[in-house]
């Protein structure tokens, strides 16, 4: 799928690359999970607006992917790596939770972002939070979402991705079952590659082919407007017609 690097010093010109790659065909942007971390604005201004206004025009999707702020949550020193690696999905936590307090996804109400490698499971508890946090407290804190709640502004806005996460399968219906999308994430090192088709078969195991269907291919063809099919049929496309294309 193609996916747009935007030139990140000047929001106009970001803009301009959205409305020119976007005439390609190219409907997905990268961005930072938090620009301030990278010493840019912050997102709860208006700085970013020209390009927010041009994905929302477009129809493009802003993937923000763990660790796009060069940073992650901090540990202790001469914690174990394993530490972060067990956090990380936590960047994504954070970086949602802002976009929906802050005032870009009522600005931009078409606006759509995916959130990369971050997993599902923590995702329903998240849900919940925000809108008993907005239930408690948007007396003092001002928030206002007229006759909605953060948790439904959160599911018009966000598309998730999880490796192996079998507790946010078992909770799918409670993410939005068209906004939940698998990834193998080769070749990193949290990738079940050669066998993540293995991987995914497991961890779908007794749920609806429907379902299935939607989390391995057609959420991602709807949300980045993108037909693989068109480029290689789909009796081609399959597990066994491309491990048979493999021969060494």
Not at 40 to 49: S, T
Not at 118 to 140: A, K, M, N
Not at 212 to 230: C, G, L, Q, S
Request: glycine share 6%; with cysteine; net charge negative.
């Amino acid at each position: 799928m193609p996916l747009s690097v935007p030139p990140i010093w000047d929001p106009q010109l970001m803009a301009d690359e959205v409305r020119r790659v976007a005439k390609k065909g190219c409907h997905a942007v990268t961005f930072s999970e938090n620009p301030y971390k990278l010493g840019w604005p912050h997102i709860f201004g208006d700085h970013w607006d020209p390009f927010f206004q041009a994905c929302q025009d477009e129809g493009t999707v802003i993937c923000l992917h763990i660790g796009s702020s060069s940073t992650q949550i901090e540990v202790a020193p001469g914690a174990p790596i394993d530490v972060m690696i067990t956090l990380t999905p936590l960047n994504t936590m954070q970086a949602a939770t802002d976009l929906v307090w802050s005032p870009v996804l009522r600005k931009f109400p078409s606006l759509q972002f995916a959130l990369s490698e971050g997993g599902t499971g923590w995702i329903p508890y998240w849900l919940e939070r925000l809108d008993y946090v907005y239930h408690q407290h948007r007396f003092w804190t001002h928030q206002d979402f007229g006759d909605t709640l953060p948790s439904r502004v959160a599911r018009d806005h966000f598309s998730f991705c999880f490796i192996s996460d079998r507790a946010g399968v078992e909770q799918a219906e409670a993410i939005g079952l068209d906004s939940v999308t698998w990834e193998c994430d080769y070749p990193h090192s949290d990738s079940a590659w050669p066998q993540s088709p293995e991987s995914v078969t497991k961890q779908l195991a007794g749920v609806d082919d429907a379902i299935v269907n939607k989390f391995t291919h057609e959420n991602a063809m709807r949300i980045y407007r993108y037909d693989p099919f068109a480029h290689t049929p789909r009796d081609q496309a399959t597990v066994g017609a491309l491990r048979a294309q493999v021969t060494d």
